[in-house]
């Protein structure tokens, strides 16, 4: 089975089997560069979209040596919004059936359901209630009443429409999506996690996710429109380098445990103060300390001193999680996170990201890498792959649902239509 996750720095692509103990082994990885053709969820070149999810597939199917006829897809984007709804029916016969199952999937879905928009349900997203009692699979059970909770996140169709468009292009079928904080949950948290309560921070190019598990259930879910990207412009105005070279002294360098100390040693005096970076008042811990610079503008100092990096990188950073926190508290989720708040994707891995995150979220923080998987390529095994893992993890989820009967083969794309298309078979036929 193969996935793809649209990143808008990198399309990355994962082909997987399950093995008859269960284990999940990945074959192949393939990835190409998306800058310019994907920006936070949503295709804004297509020919450029599909020509790299085409060499990414390439890649990884080259790798893995086989081909694969459909592809699972992580979705997400701007105006996203996200829900977490019931629906209940009554079980036919005190039995639950797919037919049960699926009409309580649609009166999930019928209030928010609206013209130009694209639901997205997942099976990893759903728990289960007879007699409000929870069972992990309700097909078959005898019981009289039926209840479904489930996350639900409504998108812009053209964001799904165009992935559906990248994906048939290369000659393969769109099997499943998967909203990708989800994703990045089934990717790097442990079954503790997930049970005790855990929010994770997939922090990418240009988005960053947010999910928050507990007792196995998604408490909520975000799309922030900023990540790494923004670091990256801050460092390339305030130093006058290219975006290259900030994104290399970004990674290179990252924030200073010299500067995190002393600022954390500061907060006091600046709370009274009015704020302000502790250089203001004391100068810089080491004037000396300078980084060499390859692409300064003509006209600009070939050298910068390192506080100059750590108070851009600084005040970006803080302004990010500061947002987090916010919308934790405000949301009620912060008292969930008894496992705290877990850090993965590509701008996790900068240098303290971890230690800053602690100091703004005042809980524990780590950085998550992708789990549950087996012989995993070693350029999966970074952060960045979190999401396209917790795809894959989705997708053998959807295949073993298919199987049992839980939800329809072809997929969330024809369920809504199936669903219709069975009413209108049992009134009037």
């Not at 790798?63 to 694969?68: G, P």
């Not at 949301?331 to 496992?339: D, E, I, N, P, S």
């Amino acid at each position: 089975m193969g996935v793809a996750d649209f990143g808008s720095r990198t399309i990355r692509v994962l082909i997987a089997r399950s093995g008859a103990d269960g284990i999940i082994e990945v074959m192949g990885c393939g990835a190409a560069p998306a800058d310019g053709c994907v920006s936070q969820g949503v295709i804004q070149d297509l020919k450029a979209a599909k020509t790299a999810l085409k060499e990414a597939l390439m890649l990884a199917e080259n790798e893995a040596r086989r081909h694969v006829s459909s592809l699972f897809c992580g979705v997400h984007g701007k105006n996203v919004e996200t829900f977490i709804r019931e629906g209940r029916v009554q079980a036919a016969d005190h039995r639950v059936t797919r037919r049960q199952m699926d009409e309580a999937r649609g009166n999930a879905e019928r209030d928010i359901q609206t013209p130009g928009t694209h639901i997205i349900a997942s099976v990893t997203g759903e728990q289960w209630y007879v007699d409000d009692l929870p069972v992990a699979e309700p097909l078959g059970v005898r019981g009289q009443a039926l209840k479904l909770r489930t996350h639900l996140a409504r998108i812009p169709a053209f964001i799904h429409e165009n992935i559906a468009s990248c994906v048939e292009a290369q000659g393969r079928e769109l099997e499943d999506v998967v909203f990708l904080p989800l994703a990045s949950a089934l990717g790097c948290l442990t079954p503790e996690d997930m049970e005790l309560g855990a929010a994770v921070l997939d922090m990418g190019r240009r988005t960053t996710s947010l999910a928050v598990v507990r007792d196995g259930q998604v408490l909520g879910t975000n799309c922030f429109e900023w990540g790494g990207y923004h670091l990256t412009c801050d460092v390339a105005a305030g130093l006058h380098v290219s975006f290259i070279e900030a994104d290399e002294l970004i990674l290179e360098y990252g924030l200073s445990s010299e500067f995190l100390s002393a600022q954390a040693e500061h907060e006091a005096e600046e709370d009274e103060e009015g704020g302000g970076l502790m250089y203001e008042e004391d100068g810089p811990p080491d004037e000396d300390a300078l980084i060499e610079l390859k692409t300064a503008l003509q006209g600009r100092p070939s050298a910068a001193p390192r506080h100059q990096l750590d108070e851009i990188l600084y005040a970006r950073a803080w302004e990010q999680m500061e947002w987090v926190r916010r919308y934790l508290h405000s949301t009620g989720l912060m008292k969930h996170l008894v496992r705290g708040v877990v850090l993965t994707g590509g701008a996790s891995t900068i240098e303290n990201q971890q230690t800053l995150a602690e100091s703004v979220l005042q809980v524990p923080c780590r950085i998550g890498y992708p789990r549950g998987l087996e012989i995993v390529p070693e350029e999966a095994q970074a952060p960045e792959y979190s999401a396209a893992t917790g795809i894959v993890r989705h997708a053998f989820a959807f295949r073993e649902a298919a199987r049992n009967g839980s939800v329809d083969s072809r997929g969330a794309i024809t369920s809504g239509v199936k669903r219709v298309w069975e009413g209108i078979r049992e009134y009037f036929f």
